[in-house]
């Protein structure tokens, strides 16, 4: 239920919306959408990656002297969990041709097709559980170009707008060309796709879009997808062993300077285990629990950027790590659903952003960081945003808009998800607009791969979220889920490939200490020990009393997690 | 379908953000006791269990994943005060009430059937394979009752048993496999892998195929978009460009 003082508010969203509903019904945008001029000015008044201090310059490793996100270039320039002369690399715990860090969509893509095509056995390691996975959160849609008016070359072109251009033109071609593929590989797994009577893929809209492509699982694609996957990971035991609770906080060389393996760590026992592989694929998502900016986030908990830091120590070059999505529409109100994911579906559908007035204020299918952008202009500069009771601002996103184009129980079907979430607060979307504000959401760059998912690193392969390049500066709605099966896919076939054919050297963490000479010569002071491994939300007062710890005792899970933000709480967001 | 209903049963009657209708209000620094497997901790009235139990310093390993809902990583149990029932929740979306008592469920032990979902028939027979403990089901609806989704449990468990296969996709589609259910059933049955078995079932063998998207994957295989790829991916940024910003929309 919404405060009183936001009912006038609410009673001007109601009497605009039947005028707003029609110009819905009609062809033409609801709305200008922005040229590349106005883009590019609400991008650098509002983005938040254009704050003076939201970039900083890396000072140590491959991207040494290039301008990178703050917090990304803090996690870079950290220490190791490992004490290298403890760790006995000549009998490893595990041996395997195929070790993938990381039990999300790309992670469990990558051992079901090198089982499936190639005959090769992996190891799966994940943090926590296999599926616990911003894959599994996707709520909206995955693009495909599978209808006639469509094709993969125009997917193409509007995934490199998306981008700003700046995406690698032969992943978008990847990206788009394995797209109808990936549907059908899916359905023979047991996708169920909402689907026409005829058996044609229903298709939507999404920001960025000049054709409808984007499928769905109503609301719920990411669980849809994430379940089959991991259920069939888990039909075949004997091929792929999954390692739950340990993820990876290492990657191990070879003496030829090849990725062979890496160090993984128990968080129950807090042992460390060395992992020898012929190929290593780092598919452990983004970074979204780092709260960039102090921005509440969609993401799950183990979202902590982990790989960046593995494969930057390792000497792997990274893309586009200056550039952080946020999606438009996080939900603003009420404070416990803050950051939550309000899907694009919603304005693919013919929901619309609109100010405290009612009245729209931008086109409601921009790119995100172009949608996210003005609805910032609107709340910091305009003053259309309305303050919420813990001090987050939002505008309204107008769902029962929806009911009123498509007719009566659209909403409850086809968004039952987030209807059932915000009758728990006794807000019924059906009937009442949702407070949003952009939310931290997605990580546009990573560690820099080519179509076959192979990095600068012999032997590292690098898929979904955690690789840059598919997506540019900015990537479309219903991508990502379609990134994470191309790439898991074909990391998987070109890792078995190389596996089959390599022979490894000696092992050696002396990445490690050169790493650590690094950071002394350029004088860098932290007290970061990363992989952070799970963000820690107890409140200040309780970590500092958890920080008296001696430093030289072993690390506690807790008190090393404090060490990013200790004052997590920074304003901007709020 | 039972997930569009109101969740309500699953916010506890005595909490008082639910009384009062709103987690809004100044309630913001209220406090209220909660005992967190056991220990009395004092967290904000208007928290999760999850934001209490993180509030009272604990470092969550097992017992976290989305946050939001989806994945099942935080099932939860409680008793509230002055009440002998024994309630579930997710501890990502079940708020606080004061004298709740509460222990998470940091996982449910249950044993997945291996299977071929190629060979595997759309009826009861893939039931009997898989998931013969479905058929000890007495009907007692404990499992629709323990379920923080409020899906109808025990109906989908029914028609597992006639191996009506779109009937579970249907009843089960929000299941977040959290394992309440299946903690609570007298009969031990484990409806959430019955119900992921299903929806694939339905997927690969019940749902109609798709005509063109055959047509598209061929026209791909067969090379017929090489030459528009090759001639975009030429292009300089500045054509580029023109061409995306002039391009025609549905």
Not at chain 1, 134 to 161: F, K
Not at chain 1, 393 to 401: A, F
Not at chain 1, 549 to 557: E, V
Request: net charge neutral; with cysteine.
């Amino acid at each position: 239920m919404y405060p009183e003082y936001m009912a006038e508010s609410l009673r001007k969203v109601i009497q605009t919306r039947s005028k707003r509903a029609e110009l819905g019904r009609k062809s033409e945008p609801v709305y200008a959408p922005m040229n590349a001029n106005e883009r590019q000015a609400v991008l650098d008044g509002f983005h938040p990656d254009f704050k003076p201090d939201a970039r900083r310059a890396v000072r140590i490793g491959p991207n040494r002297g290039e301008i990178l996100t703050t917090e990304v270039a803090d996690l870079l320039e950290s220490h190791s969990w490992l004490r290298t002369e403890q760790v006995d690399l000549s009998k490893p715990d595990i041996e395997t041709d195929l070790l993938i860090i990381g039990g999300g969509g790309a992670g469990c893509s990558a051992a079901l097709v090198a089982m499936k095509e190639r005959g090769i056995r992996s190891v799966i390691a994940t943090k926590l559980r296999i599926g616990d996975a911003n894959s599994m959160m996707s709520e909206g849609g995955m693009q495909a170009a599978v209808s006639p008016t469509d094709s993969p070359p125009r997917h193409y072109l509007d995934a490199i707008g998306g981008g700003h251009f700046a995406n690698k033109p032969e992943l978008v071609r990847a990206l788009t060309e394995d797209a109808p593929r990936v549907v059908q590989w899916l359905e023979e797994l047991g996708v169920v796709w909402d689907k026409q009577v005829d058996g044609s893929l229903q298709v939507l809209h999404g920001g960025g879009t000049s054709r409808k492509r984007m499928l769905s699982c109503r609301d719920h694609i990411g669980a849809m997808i994430m379940r089959t996957l991991m259920d069939e990971v888990r039909n075949h035991p004997d091929m792929i062993t999954v390692k739950e609770f340990m993820p990876a906080v290492e990657l191990i060389m070879d003496s030829e300077g090849r990725c062979a393996g890496a160090i993984l760590y128990s968080m129950d026992s807090e042992e460390f285990f060395v992992v020898k592989a012929k190929s290593t694929v780092i598919a452990t998502g983004g970074f979204g629990r780092l709260h960039i900016r102090g921005f509440d986030t969609t993401n799950h908990y183990g979202a902590t950027g982990d790989g960046l830091v593995m494969a930057y120590r390792a000497g792997a070059k990274l893309l586009y790590m200056d550039s952080v999505q946020y999606h438009p529409t996080g939900a603003a109100f009420p404070e416990q659903l803050a950051g939550f994911l309000i899907t694009e579906k919603v304005r693919g559908a013919g929901g619309q952003p609109v100010n405290k007035d009612g009245e729209l204020f931008v086109f409601p299918r921009e790119p995100r960081d172009i949608e996210a952008s003005a609805i910032i202009r609107e709340c910091r500069q305009n003053g259309g945003g309305i303050e919420a009771p813990s001090g987050r601002i939002g505008v309204w996103l107008d769902v029962p808009i929806i009911d009123e184009i498509h007719g009566a129980g659209y909403v409850a079907h086809h968004f039952a998800a987030h209807h059932h979430q915000f009758m728990r607060y006794k807000i019924d979307i059906t009937k009442e607009p949702i407070l949003i504000y952009p939310s931290l959401h997605y990580q546009n760059g990573g560690v820099e791969i080519n179509a076959r998912c192979e990095t600068n690193i012999p032997g590292l392969f690098v898929a979904g979220e955690a690789s840059g390049g598919v997506h540019g500066r900015n990537r479309l709605m219903g991508n990502s889920v379609l990134d994470y099966n191309v790439f898991g896919q074909r990391a998987g076939r070109y890792a078995s490939e190389y596996a089959a054919q390599v022979e490894l050297g000696r092992l050696t963490l002396s990445h490690l200490d050169k790493h650590e000479k690094e950071l002394a010569q350029a004088e860098i002071q932290s007290t970061l020990v990363t992989p952070i491994l799970l963000p820690s939300y107890a409140p200040a007062e309780v970590k500092k009393r958890q920080l008296a710890r001696n430093a030289q005792t072993l690390p506690g899970s807790s008190v090393l997690h404090n060490r990013l933000h200790a004052d997590s709480q920074r304003a901007e967001a709020k | 379908m039972g997930i569009a209903k109101s969740a309500s049963a699953t916010a506890t009657s005595s909490s008082p953000v639910t009384q009062s209708g709103a987690a809004h209000d100044t309630a913001i620094d209220r406090k209220v006791t909660v005992y967190v497997m056991g220990k009395a901790c004092e967290v904000p009235a208007t928290a999760t269990i999850m934001g209490a139990i993180e509030y009272a310093g604990h470092q969550i390993i097992r017992g976290a994943g989305c946050r939001e809902g989806y994945c099942g990583a935080c099932a939860t149990i409680y008793r509230a005060a002055g009440d002998y029932k024994i309630r579930t929740g997710l501890a990502c979306t079940t708020l606080v009430g004061d004298g709740m008592v509460l222990a998470q469920i940091p996982s449910v032990p249950a044993e997945k059937a291996i299977y071929d979902i190629e060979t595997l028939r759309p009826n009861v027979s893939a039931i009997q394979q898989t998931y013969p403990v479905v058929f000890r089901c007495v009907a007692c609806n404990t499992c629709t009752r323990s379920c923080p989704q409020d899906i109808r449990v025990m109906d989908y468990v029914q028609a597992a048993k006639r191996g009506d296969i779109a009937a579970i996709t249907e009843l089960s589609y929000y299941c977040v496999a959290c394992g309440l259910c299946m903690l609570r059933c007298p009969a031990e049955i484990t409806q959430p892998l019955v119900a992921t078995l299903a929806k694939r079932l339905y997927g690969r063998h019940l749902s109609k195929n798709s005509p063109e998207l055959a047509v598209r994957v061929r026209a791909v295989a067969e090379g017929s978009y090489n030459a528009e790829y090759v001639e975009l991916m030429a292009l300089g940024r500045e054509s580029l460009s023109d061409r995306y910003y002039a391009r025609d929309s549905e």
